[in-house]
């Protein structure tokens, strides 16, 4: 068993920062763990071996929500970003980057924001619900980094959605799970989106 203290290198942020998930890579040599603006990447012994930050630009407020792992250790974390240093201030967008299992980074995706998950092709699925028209949506991306198909994630006006989780099986139809807030009464509900191999909403329950 290893048992690790997740803290990011600079002492003085450490206040700041707050695991949210981690991942071991399909060979067990590492584990990864997204934190609310940074990703850390520990060997088999527990020693950090790099940290990431997750940033758009020098004065973006960003923040984390969720990392996979593909079987060539490349690291996929998926977030919102607005372009403002104050968050009182920014619109949160969605943004997803990837890096290498050298931690160089890959690529940026405007897509996704709280939810991913990578098959063992590298295809990346993503979701988020953002409050900017038309970024709130389920998309696949190739494993170059290509847009394969986007669907657009939506709810009723007085909903307030959350997304939890993305899953995509072995024939690319994926689940989308969340929690939905409705803004007058203050009811949560659950709702399960269940997506076609090419992006085509099949059904959803809400309960």
């Known amino acids: 068993?290893?048992?690790?203290?997740?803290?990011?290198?600079?002492?003085e942020e450490a206040p700041d920062f707050g695991l949210l998930k981690g991942k071991a890579s399909a060979s067990?040599?590492?584990?990864?763990?997204?934190?609310?603006?940074?990703?850390?990447?520990y060997?088999?012994?527990?020693?950090?071996?790099?940290?990431?930050?997750f940033t758009d630009t020098a004065i973006s407020d960003d923040l984390a929500r969720d990392l996979?792992?593909?079987?060539?250790?490349?690291?996929?974390?998926?977030?919102?970003?607005?372009?403002?240093a104050s968050p009182e201030f920014g619109i949160p967008t969605p943004l997803t980057l990837q890096y290498d299992d050298s931690g160089v980074l890959l690529r940026t995706?405007?897509?996704?924001?709280?939810?991913?998950?990578?098959?063992?092709?590298?295809?990346?699925?993503?979701?988020g619900t953002f409050d900017t028209p038309n970024a709130s949506q389920v998309a696949k991306f190739d494993a170059a980094g290509g847009q394969v198909w986007l669907t657009?994630?939506?709810?009723?006006?007085?909903?307030?959605?959350?997304?939890?989780?993305?899953?995509?099986d072995t024939v690319g139809q994926v689940t989308v799970a969340g929690i939905v807030t409705n803004a007058i009464s203050l009811n949560q509900d659950y709702v399960t989106i269940r997506y076609a191999a090419d992006g085509r909403e099949l059904w959803r329950h809400r309960f």
Request: glycine share 8%; no cysteine.
């Open 1 to 11: 068993m290893l048992i690790m203290r997740f803290r990011p290198r600079d002492s």
């Open 109 to 127: 995706i405007r897509a996704g924001g709280e939810a991913v998950d990578v098959d063992t092709a590298g295809a990346a699925y993503l979701a």
């Open 68 to 84: 996979d792992i593909d079987p060539t250790g490349r690291i996929t974390i998926t977030g919102s970003t607005a372009q403002n």
């Open 152 to 168: 657009p994630l939506t709810f009723a006006d007085s909903d307030i959605p959350f997304i939890v989780a993305i899953a995509a």
């Open 43 to 53: 060997d088999q012994q527990g020693m950090l071996v790099r940290q990431r930050r």
């Open 28 to 41: 067990m040599k590492s584990i990864s763990a997204v934190g609310t603006d940074r990703v850390l990447t």
